[in-house]
Structure formats: C-alpha cells, structure tokens
C-alpha cells in the first residue's frame, strides 16, 4: 500500500470515527454555491438593471421579473426545505404534519410578498448614504460600488429569513456578503432605516444588537458582547443604539444593557461598556 493509499484509509476512519460528513444517505445541506447564486440573483431583483452585464429593458421589465421571481423562488424553496429537514432531523424543529416542504414553501412565498417592502426600506438606506457621504455623487454610484451598502442590503434579506427561524441559510448569507465587504453583521441584529455603514471595513454587529433610525457608523466599529459564554446564548448581549447616532472609525459598545442615547455622538477608538445618555458627545 501506497503511502497515499493509506492517507485515503487514514481519512476514511476519521470520517466514521468523528463524523462532520454531509453524504447522499443523511438530510442534504443547503450548499453555498446554491446560497451565493441566489443572493446575487435577489440583489439582482431588488435592483434591476444594475448588477446584471446588459441593460435591462423598461418593456421587458415584466417578463424579465417574473422569470426572476419564478427561478429564484424554486431555488430558495429548495434550500430551505433542506435546512429545515436538517434542523427536524436532530430534533430541533416540527415542520408540522405537511411536512418541511410545505412549511419552507410557506416561507419563500411570504418573503417575495416581502420584498416590495424590503426594497423601500432599502431606498432609504440609499438616500441615507448619498445624504451622509460628501464622496457619494449619485445613487447609482452607492448601489454599484460601497460595501456598506452591499452589506445592508443582503442582512435585510437575511434578517426576514432569521426571523422566520429558518436554520444555517441566514448565517450563509451573512457571511457571503462578509467575504466579499470585510462587514461582518448577524442576521439576527435589528437594524431601523436610512442607515449607513461609511468604508465599512472591521465592522462588526452582534445578533441582538438594536439599532435605530438614522445611524450613521464608520469603519471598524464593533457591536458586540461583554461574555461569550455558550448559556448566555438566549440573553440579549449586544448594545442598543438608538436613533440619530453617529459612531466613528474603531469605536467599541459593548453588553445587553448598554444604551447609546438618541443624537449620541461618538468619537473614534472609544471603548464603552455602559449606557450614555441621549445628546451625548463621548471621546477618548
């Protein structure tokens, strides 16, 4: 026997020994090509024209989206179907007597009902960073090139689906967009409108992180927890930002009770760790 020969036997025992293998006789997994192309293919949907490689007609507009609609809506089902039947498998989920099937195409319905919704939501996030950025000339330049803007857009689309408990696909898509913006934001983290993430770089936001309108944070900021301890999982750990914030580059917040104050502003490199009252100006 080869010594290659008995890397293949090494590896094998150790697939059986510890497990952590996704194979044909278990309940697939959502796959992360599958996730990525159906980002990329609802960014697409949220903003016609803009990412795709051609034009996109004004009259074949309708026959484009609903050929869009109808793709993607398969895909996502699919997906989604597989991580809820990953999720029932270990006990953690009851699809109920329809089966996760059923209950995943339930879900895709309701966030294409969504959508519309999502997208106005977005609009006002747009208008927060051509308003909030004397180096944003146009929209259009927002939408195409600022990662603070690409990050928002797919947390929106996966808080929806956090909050209707589908399993894995939600962090997926989070950490897709994180790749691609070096912005790592938790599908779990409530985020209000017209907010804006400037060059964005480091930045990081915890699931229970609460945050409101008109918040303005820069590059490196963290919203993240006093503990990481695993029992602490179900308590609110991350910090509440409230509306009209602004927090610049490298500041820290941190705890569940920690409450930045409406109008607060908050100068670079800061470290907190308890509640500041609304007006406050807070440097290092």
Excluded at 95 to 111: K, M, R
Excluded at 132 to 154: C, H, M, R, W
Excluded at 214 to 226: D, F, I, S
Aim: aromatic residues 6%.
């Amino acid at each position: 026997m080869t010594r290659i020969e008995k890397s293949i036997d090494s590896l094998l025992g150790n697939y059986d020994a510890y497990g952590m293998v996704n194979h044909s006789g278990a309940v697939n997994l959502p796959g992360r090509e599958s996730i990525d192309n159906i980002v990329r293919g609802l960014e697409e949907l949220l903003f016609p024209g803009f990412l795709e490689n051609v034009c996109t007609d004004i009259e074949d507009l309708r026959k484009i989206t609903i050929e869009k609609v109808n793709n993607l809506s398969l895909a996502l089902k699919r997906e989604i179907e597989k991580s809820f039947a990953f999720s029932a498998r270990h006990g953690d989920l009851n699809c109920g007597h329809e089966g996760c099937g059923a209950l995943a195409s339930f879900v895709v319905e309701e966030f294409f009902e969504e959508l519309p919704k999502i997208r106005i939501i977005l609009g006002k996030d747009l208008e927060a960073a051509v308003r909030g950025d004397p180096a944003a000339k146009s929209a259009n330049e927002v939408i195409l090139s600022y990662p603070g803007f690409q990050a928002i857009t797919v947390n929106r689309i996966a808080h929806f689906l956090w909050t209707r408990q589908v399993p894995i696909i939600p962090r997926m898509m989070s950490e897709l967009v994180h790749g691609r913006t070096g912005i790592d934001i938790h599908p779990g983290a409530e985020i209000g409108e017209s907010f804006f993430i400037d060059h964005g770089t480091g930045v990081v936001i915890g699931e229970t992180t609460v945050i409101g309108k008109n918040v303005k944070l820069y590059q490196g900021v963290t919203l993240g927890a006093l503990s990481v301890r695993k029992e602490e999982s179900d308590h609110k750990r991350h910090p509440t930002i409230e509306d009209d914030v602004t927090i610049y580059a490298n500041a820290t917040i941190l705890g569940g009770e920690t409450v930045i104050g409406k109008g607060s502003v908050i100068g670079g490199s800061v470290w907190i760790i308890q509640s500041v009252p609304p007006g406050s100006k807070v440097y290092k």
